[in-house]
């Protein structure tokens, strides 16, 4: 339904940079992480100087987790919280490549952070929050948490 919404957004103003970076965060969603990356490379051409810069990073670097480009994912998630240090999309994005790049004392430092922020946070809760996305997502996400040690309910 967001997708076919963000069509029409789209077809109406192909320049609305937002729009393209929320499209890319939907085919990083659905693991589909070229198609992410290209949406969200036209959203920061669209608009280089954006306020919203930190959705930016915070998207690309979704987009290369879900392609495994690890080292990447951590780069733009660093971009992403450079702007905004407690942006949780990136933090959980540089928990699950530091686990799965086998760095678990710097995943599990972030997690930290990043459980600081929501302490409520578990495996659980976030399969329940991720129910639309493609499974090898998931299970990207699933694997790197639990590797990082974050509880599983």
């Keep these: 339904m967001a997708a076919a919404a963000l069509d029409r957004a789209l077809a109406l103003n ?80 540089k928990v699950v490549a530091n686990a799965h790049l086998g760095r678990l004392d710097a995943a599990r430092a972030e997690l930290n952070r990043l459980l600081g922020i929501d302490p409520k946070l578990t495996i659980a809760g976030g399969l329940r929050e991720g129910a639309h996305c493609a499974p090898e997502f998931l299970e990207l996400f699933v694997t790197g948490f639990r590797l990082a040690g974050l509880p599983e309910k």
């Design 14 to 93: 192909p320049n609305a940079a937002l729009a393209w970076t929320v499209r890319g965060n939907i085919h990083a969603l659905r693991n589909q992480p070229e198609a992410a990356i290209e949406a969200i490379e036209r959203a920061r051409r669209l608009s280089p100087f954006d306020p919203y810069t930190f959705v930016f990073a915070s998207n690309m670097a979704l987009a290369h987790l879900v392609a495994r480009r690890f080292e990447q994912a951590i780069e733009w998630a660093d971009r992403a919280l450079h702007d905004w240090p407690r942006q949780v999309g990136a933090m959980q994005v």
